[in-house]
């Protein structure tokens, strides 16, 4: 269907339109970060790199940062182990259940992560589980599994069983062919699952509020607090810009992967 | 045929394994779903059931511990509240919104982006989507805070025309900012399911006398319905799910409210029991978005 001139003029509008919609907030945010007043009244009183100095001595800002990166780290290898597994058993074997699997595998993002979050933290308390990092862990990897397996799961579907097949007729033993011909066809696969899953762990809140116990306190959950606490705010503003750039990465390094192949939501 | 010069075999015990195990499927088979299905089955579908299994437990009046007695007190105290009711109804009807609105601003872009844009536009508009999902969601939610309270960016704009802005109490702050939160989930679906329909089929219809209008409606939209459905799936579960984004600019109370609270301060039973709510709506949803064809477009 070739578009006629206005419903292509119409789409540029829209596209347009929505484009500002997705980006001023964000832009507001940045704008705010170099405002040197704690206040924060629209316009902003001046420029300063004041609370970037600030937030960058924050000892408790940078305490959660670590703590963010070594959940999303533990989460992200929690997450690729098992999604891989699955998504093995998934492609190469019949079995019964294979169905529900994937289903099982959907429900923890598919449903709402207040219900991941109390079911978890129900259960921890009930078998007398300590709250901390590993609890947020285990809430992370649940919900980052299917991430990694519906990455696996695509890349093993394309990949023809032929090579793995003149593999073992060459001799090499169930090991080799895995180490030598499945494990780097999955590689980019695998980079840009982990990729997906650490960002969603890195951004969690809603589970991770429910998991972290009173001493554990990750970006988010940071951030969360602050922002009640109106004499944080402009340190709130700074961290806020640094996350959005910081956001610039994983959609780099994933473009890099795909090569301008298309990036859907989970894949 | 020369006998080929083989690698003599190691004798070490992994490769005796692996031999065995190449010599038993099943076995492969179930070593490699034993971890995912038990930490899935146990962690999560386990953790699900203790959770709604406290839903049929009653509380101790005095301490207001949780009490292994079966009761369906919770459901009852739920059901005849006027309350809960209301707020269980405000949340669906949240998401419906959230849903739809999302549908209404994605299509146009996706379309875009999947049939109108060159290759380079479609690629830095694939990237300008993208990258707001994975800039955090606090970070959005707290750029909404500041746009919308008072003294900030609406004001400033809106007092000149003598309006009041809208401060951080309405809960049509709640269906802007949902919207502004999940509209790149289901951006990239419908993009990803236009740019899948082949452009013969297109051809096809056009030249079997469809004009633009019927075109669209009897073969575009038909193709990407599981599009559409896989992105309402996220839109609409964390629409249903969220109980931040709904105090922080709004003083309104979804489910997910309800659900926190109860948790730490007040009854696990009734909290479980509140739980079901968007379970139930959110299973039937999926299944009917399973025989749609949601699950490929995910």
Redesign the interface.
């Known amino acids: 269907?070739t578009?006629?001139r206005w419903?292509?003029i119409?789409?540029?509008i829209?596209?347009a339109v929505?484009?500002a919609?997705?980006?001023v907030?964000?832009l507001?945010?940045a704008i705010?970060a170099f405002n040197p007043s704690r206040s924060?009244?629209?316009?902003p009183s001046g420029f300063s790199l004041h609370w970037f100095a600030e937030a960058a001595t924050n000892g408790r800002v940078l305490g959660a940062f670590g703590t963010s990166i070594l959940a999303a780290l533990g989460a992200t290898g929690?997450a690729l182990?098992?999604?891989t597994?699955?998504a093995?058993?998934v492609s190469?074997?019949a079995?019964f259940g294979r169905e529900a699997?994937?289903?099982?595998?959907?429900?923890?993002?598919?449903?709402?992560?207040?219900?991941?979050g109390?079911?978890?933290?129900?259960?921890f308390k009930?078998i007398g589980v300590d709250f901390g990092l590993q609890t947020v862990i285990?809430g992370h990897?649940?919900f980052c599994?299917v991430i990694a397996?519906?990455n696996v799961i695509a890349r093993l579907r394309r990949m023809p069983r032929s090579t793995e097949e003149a593999s073992?007729d060459l001799?090499a033993?169930?090991?080799?062919t895995f180490r030598r011909i499945t494990l780097p066809t999955m590689g980019t696969a695998l980079l840009s699952g982990g990729l997906l899953a650490f960002?969603l762990s890195f951004?969690e809140?809603?589970v991770t509020?429910?998991t972290a116990g009173p001493s554990t306190e990750t970006?988010?959950l940071w951030?969360?607090s602050a922002?009640q606490r109106p004499n944080e705010l402009p340190v709130?503003n700074v961290v806020?810009v640094v996350?959005?750039l910081l956001?610039?990465i994983?959609?780099w390094l994933?473009?890099r992967i795909s090569g301008?192949e298309?990036?859907?939501?989970?894949? | 045929m020369t006998a080929i010069a083989?690698?003599p075999p190691r004798p070490g015990r992994?490769?005796r394994l692996?031999?065995w195990?190449?010599a038993h499927?099943r076995v492969?088979?179930l070593l490699?779903?034993a971890?995912?299905?038990l930490?899935?089955?146990l962690?999560?579908?386990?953790?699900?059931a203790?959770?709604l299994l406290?839903a049929f437990w009653d509380t101790d009046a005095f301490s207001g511990r949780v009490v292994a007695r079966f009761t369906l007190e919770s459901f009852q105290q739920l059901i005849g509240s006027e309350v809960y009711r209301t707020i269980a109804l405000r949340t669906i009807g949240m998401a419906v919104a959230v849903t739809l609105t999302d549908i209404l601003?994605?299509f146009?872009?996706a379309?875009?982006?999947a049939?109108?844009a060159s290759r380079r536009t479609r690629?830095m508009?694939?990237?300008?989507?993208?990258?707001?999902?994975?800039?955090?969601?606090?970070?959005?939610i707290?750029?909404?805070?500041?746009?919308l309270?008072g003294?900030?960016?609406l004001?400033?704009l809106l007092t000149p025309l003598g309006i009041d802005g809208p401060g951080l109490t309405q809960v049509a702050n709640s269906w802007v900012v949902l919207s502004?939160l999940w509209?790149?989930?289901m951006i990239?679906?419908i993009?990803?399911g236009l740019?899948r329909i082949p452009n013969s089929l297109?051809?096809a219809?056009?030249d079997l006398g469809g004009r633009?209008g019927a075109?669209?409606r009897r073969v575009?939209l038909p193709m990407v319905l599981p599009a559409i459905v896989a992105?309402s799936?996220?839109t609409f579960?964390?629409t249903?799910?969220?109980?931040?984004t709904p105090t922080?600019v709004s003083s309104t109370q979804f489910?997910?409210n309800v659900?926190?609270q109860n948790?730490s301060l007040g009854s696990?039973p009734l909290?479980?029991a509140y739980?079901f709510v968007?379970?139930v709506i959110?299973?039937a949803y999926?299944l009917v978005a399973?025989r749609l064809g949601a699950?490929e477009?995910?």
């Open positions: 269907m578009e006629s419903v292509r119409g789409l540029r829209m596209t929505t484009l919609f997705i980006y907030p964000l507001v945010l705010y924060q009244v629209w316009p929690v182990v098992l999604g597994l699955a093995l058993a190469r074997y079995f699997i994937s289903f099982a595998l959907v429900l923890p993002i598919a449903l709402p992560g207040v219900v991941t109390i079911a978890l933290a129900a259960t009930t285990v990897a649940t599994v397996y519906n073992a001799g033993d169930t090991w080799q960002a951004d809140v809603i509020n429910f970006i988010p951030i969360l922002i709130v806020a996350l959005i956001s610039v994983p959609v994933a473009q301008g298309t990036a859907s939501v989970s894949r | 083989a690698e992994l490769r692996a031999a195990l190449h499927r492969q088979m490699l779903l971890a995912p299905v930490w899935i089955g962690v999560y579908l386990g953790s699900l203790i959770l406290n601003l994605a146009p872009i379309y875009y982006m049939r109108v690629t508009l694939l990237i300008a989507v993208l990258m707001p999902l994975w800039a955090s969601y606090l970070v959005k707290y750029a909404w805070r500041v746009i309270q003294n900030g960016l004001d400033w502004y509209l790149p989930y990239l679906p993009y990803a740019e297109l051809e219809s056009a633009a075109t669209f575009v992105g799936i996220f579960s964390l249903l799910g969220d109980y931040i922080m489910i997910g659900i926190y948790s696990l909290a479980a739980s968007p379970i959110m299973i999926l399973r699950f477009s995910l």
